[in-house]
């Protein structure tokens, strides 16, 4: 039997010393796959966890559990799943991982497609830095497909969109809408994770995947509202949300009736809605990964719409909850599928109006946290961080995807609470894309003319981008990805590297602890 998809690594924690990991493979049946794992590696049967596609099954996922306690040094084990061998590296007890952050594998447009060369490019580079030092998680922060071909390639969805909004409000979600989008989902993770430069990144680093909007469909969550509460988008968005389940968080999914089992990811963080993850004992660094599409509401336009919001107020109670039980820490890593600092995007919509076929950013630029429905939730996050800064003693740095350049960003509290040893400044890094190339060049330029304005976020707390790029620029437009590497000794800073496309040495940032 071969596999048709895997294995694919995801990181599940470390409990009582031992680093979890599991593996996910799809089968062309419902046969067992073979798992061969030497000592001290232990691996749990394969578990059938879905049959896909979910309305008329044509193959078998499966999900292997490993785990091994840590040792004194870093130490790389392999296994096999049918003969297809994977590996990873465990740090050494104690010690910080080495991360790599990748964003946006894919294209919004089959257009964007001529602008690159090799598709994959980049994820050749990962595997290369990887060889030669390896990774010990791989951050992957939103759009890992990209759907957006749905509009075109299925009929009965391409149908809807060339109906009015009022007849889209309207129109029942069809079952031939069901069966084919099920199909689309299958299709898509099948053929996209299925590349070779792409697979072997997933079966050589354990991930750890949030998603974005276009794992779902190109700016979910900002629509006006009653075509975001339509039967045929709630539709999409729960067969989005099955296959986000199966191949992004390796979830077991009940069949036939298509609800979601009660399987949750063993570091999802408790009394939250969706899928918020937190990780802490990674050596000095905790990982918060809050979920910002599954609770996202578009702005309240009638009376029985629900108000605008990105996460719901109970789940930010337990995200803040759980960021209160961090501790002993000397960084916390927010990846944020989308920045928390960047440029005023509501300024470049008001330029980009005037200028003919820009209008498809508009969907993109109310999306952002920045926008006027988003800021007040805003401010609360970042007051919260730069509390937890300054009481934890623990370094904040936010990392950030989706807006297709690369950037960096800095946030800065000039209130007396947050001064001691450096809290008060947190990092915002931003890394984007893998393989889909940057906007449109009169884009750039407009985004790029905002890049020197400091914004005024709250009383002596404001942001900044930092001038990264060549010719003291502030967006860097070459496809890349971003590493994230600890020191090993007693300075406990983080290097950050961005790793562009045609460069033969990385940007670098470097962030000092909270001293």
């Known amino acids: 039997m071969s596999l048709l998809l895997g294995p694919i ?10 680093y979890s990991v599991s593996a996910l493979v799809v089968t062309p049946n419902d046969s067992a796959p073979s798992v061969n794992a030497p000592a001290p590696l232990r691996a749990k049967p394969p578990l059938a966890i879905a ?3 979910l309305l008329a099954p044509q193959y078998r996922v499966w999900r292997v559990l490993l785990a091994v306690p840590q040792s004194a040094v870093d130490t790389r084990y392999r296994f096999t799943i049918d003969g297809v061998e994977a590996s990873f590296t465990v740090p050494a007890a104690g010690r910080s991982p080495r991360m790599a952050y990748a964003s946006c594998n ?5 257009k964007y497609m001529e602008k ?6 980049r994820w050749i580079d990962m595997d290369s830095a990887h060889q030669a030092n390896p990774y010990h998680l791989l951050l992957m922060g939103g759009d890992q497909v990209y759907s957006d071909e749905l509009r075109s390639t299925v009929p009965s969805l391409k149908a809807w969109f060339q109906k009015s909004f009022a007849e889209r409000a309207k129109a029942a979600y069809s079952k031939d809408m069901r069966l084919a989008l099920d199909r689309f989902f299958t299709r898509l993770y099948l053929e996209r994770w299925a590349q070779p430069p792409v697979a072997r990144m997933f ?5 750890v995947m949030m998603w974005d909007d276009h794992d779902i469909i190109d700016g979910w969550g900002s629509y006006p509202e009653t075509l975001h509460s339509s039967p045929v988008f709630q539709g999409l968005f729960d067969t989005a949300r099955h ?10 999914q009940t069949h036939p009736d298509l609800t979601p089992s009660r ?6 963080i408790a009394n939250t809605q969706g899928y918020h993850l937190g990780f802490t004992g990674l050596g000095s660094l905790a990982l918060l990964v809050p979920d910002l599409r599954s609770e996202r509401a578009p702005d309240l336009s009638r009376p029985a719409a629900q108000a605008s919001q990105i996460v719901s107020a109970a789940s930010w109670n337990g995200i803040y909850a759980w960021l209160d039980g961090v501790a002993a820490h000397k960084h916390l890593l927010l990846m944020s599928s989308i920045p928390v600092g960047y440029l005023d995007l ?9 200028v003919p076929g820009q209008q498809e950013l508009e969907d993109d630029l109310r999306d952002h946290w920045r926008s006027p429905p988003h800021r007040g939730e805003r401010k609360r996050l970042i007051m919260r961080l730069l509390d937890f800064a300054a009481a934890k003693r623990c370094k904040v740095s936010i990392v950030s995807g989706d807006v297709h350049v690369a950037g960096a960003c800095v946030i800065e509290s000039e209130l007396a609470q947050h001064q001691a040893g450096g809290a008060g400044v947190i990092y915002q890094l931003i890394s984007s894309g893998i393989v889909h190339p940057s906007p449109p060049g009169i884009a750039v330029y407009f985004l790029e003319s905002l890049g020197g304005s400091r914004e005024p976020i709250d009383y002596k707390i404001s942001a900044s981008m930092l001038p990264i790029a060549d010719r003291g620029r502030y967006l860097v437009t070459r496809r890349n990805w971003l590493a994230i590497e600890p020191d090993n000794d007693a300075r406990q800073r983080l290097w950050v590297n961005w790793h562009l496309e045609g460069s033969a040495h990385p940007l670098t940032q470097v962030i000092d602890p909270v001293r």
């Open 116 to 121: 690159v060369d090799v598709n994959n490019e």
């Open 51 to 53: 049959d896909v596609p």
């Open 203 to 207: 079966a050589s680093i354990p991930t």
């Open 106 to 110: 894919g294209f919004s447009d089959p």
């Open 9 to 18: 690594l995801q990181f599940r924690g470390i409990q009582q010393g031992n």
């Open 263 to 268: 399987d949750a990811h063993p570091c999802a």
């Open 243 to 252: 296959y986000f389940r199966i191949f992004q968080q390796q979830l077991i």
């Open 346 to 354: 509501q300024a470049a919509e008001k330029a980009l109006d005037l």
